[in-house]
């Protein structure tokens, strides 16, 4: 008697409450088995690089990266029958051939109303659906030579479970309002939380972090007391504040606090640095940009003594060499970078990019 193992998915949705729906109507068919479960695709990568999945369930709109960017990267690199199910594709027509033509195998759209009820009635389309993306074909799309995101499943050195629990810092003064939205413009959306302290008045820091969110693919909000820092998110210092940087258990989340009283620079880069290279340590990479003064070098060369990995852009883009060339002098950064080549430097950093040779 032959015994057939049975179809291991893994469903992929935001809502804890439909991961748990939909485990519940999968397992009750004897050929089908619920083998994991994913809030969000960055802890579906983790899962997909320790466990044998044969088919994923997948949500649209998500946190840290949406569903059809996942898609994306997952035929390019680590091909799986994906069955997407979303109330998106009732109301988006567009959004549903948008994931199979990605290679998703189908979808099963989400009813608007009377959820429960409603995906009840949806129990056998469900259940069919996933049995024929198991017998389903799969390749992998080409990849783009250029492509940093397309290294997501190949990671050698560094896992992205690793990097959530990382943290990068980015200080700058005059010039670096510029300087850090070029970085933006190239940075990967899978990195770990950014800290961004720029010398800026408070009136200027929400448009600067509402400006810096169109920019790229990372989100980024101005910090309010208590955010987690988190993959994929950039938390801009407001205007005339501190900010710490303090962990718990295994979060990183930050603790915005009144201007340093004798301080001349609020938000002060040292004052941030000094708090990482405490919480964070080794797990954190420290960078100095174009301004002017000394803000940041102290706190940059205690990050680099608590491990911590720390660069510094260099002269010849600096629009004021000041900061960087401080924490240079002092044995602040380890390392001086021209501005296109620090996205390249978080990135490998981060292990979302492997160094050549």
Known sequence: MTITKPVRILVIDDSAFIRQFL???LNEADDLKVLATAGNPLKAIDILKKQDIDVITLDVEMPHMDGLEFLRLLMRSHPKPVVMISSWTKTNSEIALKALSLGAVDFIAKPSMGFREGMNKLKSEIIAKVRG???ARVASLKKPEDSVSSLLFSQPEKGLKETTDK???VGASTGGTVAITEIFKSLSPYIPGLVLIQHLPGMFTPSFAASLNEAGRVKVKEAK?????LPGHALVVPGDKSLEVQKSGAKYFVEVKPPLKGS?????INHTLFS???AVGKNAMGIILTGMGDDGAKGLKALRESEGYTLAQDEKTSVIYGMPQKAWEIGGAAKQVPLEK?????HFWAGLLKKEG
């Open 167 to 169: 943290v990068i810092a």
């Open 133 to 135: 993306a198991a017998a």
């Open 23 to 25: 485990t519940n109507i």
């Open 225 to 229: 007391n208590g955010d987690q820092i």
């Open 276 to 278: 990482i290279a405490e």
């Open 342 to 346: 620090i996205a390249d430097e978080i």
């Open 264 to 268: 001349i620079y609020n938000p002060s």
